[in-house]
């Protein structure tokens, strides 16, 4: 990523948590993420980010607004994201108006990208890593369940490198190899810690 204008710290926004949520396609991010979602449905102090990416509204996965790629560059040129980075040929972008959640103390959460992480930390001066997992062998059976790669294209993705966060941030592994029950259990559990530690803050 080379954006046009660097990225900086709001003031304000060390008073919320911002939580980046990231792991390997098999993994069930998406899920998990939905599940939190819903768990906290009405909660004021907990904000679920909206992504803008350059893909097609039905492309499935997550509920993201989908631009084209001219019209995220505007965007970018704007200053209307607070990060945003690029993967597999298309543009991902985190809405500015985060900042402004961030600074009335509040928990946000994002869908974002292991290789991104540098960019959040740039910016968000309380930064929390979720890392949804699963063993190679659960992620090779859901890859395959799909049906978008070959067999070899997947034991190639899934031998390119370790599923672990590298580099100096606060990361929470989450294991979601089992029901979704046990992944949504933990997922809901790690951002109750957050929120509380947000109100030990505010």
Do not use: C
């Not at 990060?83 to 991902?92: D, I, N, R, S, T």
């Not at 390119?160 to 979601?176: A, C, E, K, Q």
């Amino acid at each position: 990523m080379n954006p046009s204008h660097e990225p900086h710290i709001v003031p304000g926004t060390e008073r919320g948590i911002m939580v980046v949520v990231v792991g390997p396609s098999g993994a069930g991010k998406d899920t998990l993420m939905a599940l939190a979602a819903k768990h906290f449905q009405g909660r004021p102090d907990v904000h679920f980010v909206r992504r803008v990416i350059t893909r097609h509204t039905h492309a499935g996965g997550e509920q993201h607004l989908a631009v084209s790629a001219q019209g995220f560059a505007s965007m970018e040129q704007a200053g209307n994201f607070a990060v945003w980075w690029e993967a597999h040929g298309l543009k991902y972008g985190i809405p500015a108006e985060v900042s402004v959640s961030l600074a009335q103390g509040n928990l946000v959460i994002a869908n974002g990208s292991r290789s991104a992480l540098h960019h959040f930390k740039a910016v968000f001066p309380r930064l929390k890593v979720i890392n949804v997992t699963a063993t190679a062998e659960v992620l090779a059976n859901r890859l395959e369940a799909r049906g978008r790669e070959t067999h070899e294209d997947i034991m190639a993705r899934l031998a390119r490198g370790p599923l672990t966060v590298r580099g100096d941030y606060d990361v929470t592994d989450i294991d979601n190899s089992g029901s979704l029950e046990d992944g949504e259990r933990r997922i809901v559990g790690a951002l109750d810690g957050f929120l509380s530690e947000v109100t030990e803050i505010g």
